[in-house]
């Protein structure tokens, strides 16, 4: 690539989208858009920086596994190294570099498969932006779009495949990198919207202000001002007992020890806990800002403990009697519409490891009939598809043009097309029959 033989060549000097406010872009989405202004592949890109800026690459670089965004190592490195590359100042504004010092090293878990919100996309789409990734998006400790109030994804709405937002070679932002879908959608209803929990819009929200601050902080937060605080905090509502303190927060009396008396800083998910429950903004505490804050009263204090996560129990072991199973799958074998496994696994409340262990041959042929039954409807399709694709293979072949994927589909009804799996094969099939 030309700029790793060139030490001084430059990359664009691309602007990053949404600094100082809560949609500002991730590091990754940016590392993404860069590559696609160059018109070269996010690997070759990564590829590149990463041979300028560390010492070492390995041979297998998969930069996506690294967390681009969060507070570590890599953050300081590649958005140094971009800033360097590309002259834009400060890109570990698209990090949570700036939180640094106020929380553990190991404490701001990154989302390994990327989530997104496909009204977001929508959004980005309808106003004529380029679509890019949310910063926020890329925290575990987020789960629903704070803007449309819905709930985060990781599933590609048109091929239902996660791991979508990146993980291939090639990432557009906004686009599924296996079927290569527009990643965006409009509202599906209230349906998501109801499963929504105060706590998951109380904690997008914490982030959202940490976000939107942090590209105006003067001085980065420091750990000793978080530290001051909550000991004040503690010493406010609790008389300074921190067993009692622990107790509200769900957690151990040796972990609040560990942040008073030695140098250990609290987790993403500690702090989000003391905001919660004492009723101060999360941007506030970790800030060492406790300006005009007060012990919440007894009402306020259950108001509060709402927006405490609740610890997951373990489910509750529950008595299967197997021989009504057994009955039940004999039933939908004979079944006139053959059903999936995973169907009957939903329908029975019981895993399909369970029903594959216990009653493996029944399971097999549920899973066989499915099967069976699925390619015959595929095969339908591709036989409903062939007239339309040989005729549109026609036209695209009269006009003098290549007889490629786009050109055909660009002929054919999306309807028509919108169940054929195996679209290039059955072009190649096409070609074939023309010669
Ligand atoms: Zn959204
Ligand atoms: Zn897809």
Redesign the pocket.
């Given at each position: 690539m030309a700029l790793a033989k060139n030490p001084r060549s430059v990359l664009h000097a691309l602007e990053p989208i949404g600094l100082g406010t809560g949609e500002v872009e991730s590091l990754l989405s940016y590392l993404c858009r860069l590559a696609v202004s160059h018109s070269t592949s996010t690997l070759s890109l990564s590829r590149a920086v990463a041979q300028r800026f560390e010492h070492e690459v390995e041979e297998q670089f998969d930069w996506y596994h690294r967390s681009l965004s969060g507070i570590g190592e890599s953050a300081l490195t590649w958005s140094s190294a971009l800033s360097a590359m590309t002259s834009v100042p400060r890109l570990d504004r698209l990090t949570f570099l700036p939180w640094k010092e106020v929380i553990a090293q190991n404490g701001l878990p990154i989302i390994s498969k990327g989530q997104f919100?496909p009204?977001?996309f929508a959004d980005d789409h309808n106003s004529g932006r380029t679509p890019y990734f949310r910063l926020a998006w890329e925290s575990k400790s987020v789960s629903v779009?704070h803007?449309?109030r819905?709930r985060l994804t990781q599933h590609c709405p048109c091929c239902g495949k996660d791991n979508v937002r990146h993980a291939a070679s090639l990432v557009v932002p906004g686009w599924c990198t296996k079927c290569g879908s527009f990643l965006g959608c409009e509202a599906h209803g209230h349906d998501t919207q109801l499963s929504i929990k105060p706590v998951e819009l109380w904690r997008a929200r914490q982030i959202r202000e940490l976000l939107q601050a942090q590209d105006q902080l003067d001085v980065l937060p420091q750990r000793q001002a978080l530290v001051d605080s909550i000991s004040h905090i503690i010493g406010e509502m609790d008389g300074g007992k921190s067993a009692h303190f622990a107790k509200r927060l769900g957690i151990s009396k040796s972990t609040i020890h560990y942040w008073l008396q030695t140098d250990n800083t609290p987790t993403l998910e500690a702090s989000l806990r003391v905001a919660s429950q004492s009723g101060i903004s999360l941007l506030k505490l970790l800030s060492g800002d406790l300006f005009g804050w007060n012990a919440p009263s007894e009402g306020q204090q259950l108001a509060l403990a709402l927006l405490k996560p609740v610890t997951q129990q373990r489910a509750q072991r529950r008595e299967i009697d197997w021989r009504e199973v057994e009955i039940q799958l004999q039933r939908c074998l004979l079944e006139p519409a053959p059903i999936s496994v995973r169907e009957v696994s939903r329908r029975l409340g019981i895993e399909p490891r369970q029903l594959y262990l216990n009653f493996n041959q029944m399971t097999r042929q549920i899973a066989e009939r499915w099967k069976a039954y699925r390619k015959r409807v595929r095969d339908e399709r591709v036989e409903a598809a062939m007239p339309h694709i040989e005729s549109a293979a026609r036209s695209v072949l009269s006009t003098g043009k290549s007889l490629n994927l786009r050109e055909v589909t660009s002929h054919v009804q999306p309807d028509v097309l919108s169940g054929v799996h195996g679209l290039f094969r059955v072009l190649r099939e096409v070609r074939e029959r023309g010669r």
């Open positions: 919100c009204q977001c779009c803007v449309h819905s």
